[in-house]
DNA sequence: ATAATTGCATAGTCAAACTATGTAATTGAA
DNA sequence: TTCAATTACATAGTTTGACTATGCAATTAT
């Protein structure tokens, strides 16, 4: 028994529950890939297109740093680069068709992990876990309406 | 849009979201701390008490690196080393005052930043959230029940 | 037109992870 | 019991990778 604890239905129970989650899916999917370059491809993937700044923003790390990163996915043939027509100095990463299919097959993997434990519940508690995802996905579209009215932060 | 997409109510979309929340938290909590520390001190806590290889095992490190993030917890005076009384080459770590209050931090800010958008539900959805909370916890129980079934697997 | 800014790349330093190996304690077999 | 095999952890040395500082080219502002 852990020595801290919360109170039920607290918002620490549930950022609790997300990071064990993520943790025991993580270490039951062995992946060869390094996470944050598939981090990396994911990120691409959502915004269809990126530049190398705004990944490394999102990614936490510095603009460098993203910069080798995305040299090395670029090195594999998973995201290719075109030169922005609006901007000449910034370059639109995109994912090819080979990052594309490495992205799916490690979400695959992951979801295969998290499938075998959903198949060990019964018919209710599974319309229950698709209530939960549908519950978090309206809280995720409540913070990204959010993070528009703070996009003015002293740097 | 997203290029790759995936059923509503699937494994994934739940993966999907999961990992999305915990990014935006973790952008969104400035913390000063590396997290791997944090995630060391948060394993221990759930624990009680553990070993430094059994650290490396979850937190899909190599032992000797455990070893040294050890180290530089007990050096901030964090985490104290006890020999285990049944195995001399072993050593017990639990946490000390310090590092409780470290971890109770850590999540307290963390947790703010989800209370932040929860508090802009209203308390039907903040209803749907703890059922949510409930849900996934449920899901960890299979998982970690799951976990003993598979103990002798090959290396 | 020129200064300031922005987007990205490169150079160099440093922190941190890994492999290989060593030491001490425990277990098992002859 | 005694000696080999195993286990838990620590240490050494190498290498990967992240950061700061800086440079160059394109854009924006005055």
Redesign the interface.
């Known amino acids: ?4 604890d ?1 109170g ?20 039951h999917s062995d992946w060869p890939l390094p996470l944050a370059q598939v981090r990396v491809l ?1 990120q691409i ?2 915004w ?1 297109q990126a530049r190398t700044s705004d990944l490394a923003r ?1 990614e ?1 790390c510095s603009q460098p740093t993203m910069t080798t990163r995305v040299q090395r996915l670029q090195a594999r043939g998973w995201v290719a680069r075109a030169s922005d027509p609006l901007d000449a100095r910034a370059t639109m990463l995109t ?1 090819t068709e080979e990052g ?1 299919a490495v ?2 097959d490690a ?2 993997t ?3 992990v ?2 075998a ?2 198949a ?2 019964d018919a209710p ?1 599974r319309e ?13 579209d ?2 990204y309406a ?1 993070r528009r009215h703070e996009q003015n932060k002293t740097p």
């Open positions: 028994m852990p020595k801290s919360h039920p239905g607290s918002a620490a129970e549930l950022l609790d529950v997300v990071v064990r989650l993520n943790r025991w899916v993580t270490h994911s993937d959502e269809g999102v936490h994912l594309c992205l799916a979400r695959a992951r979801a295969r998290l499938e434990l959903m060990r519940m508690e229950s876990v698709q209530a939960a995802t549908r519950t978090l996905g309206a809280l995720l409540i913070a959010h």
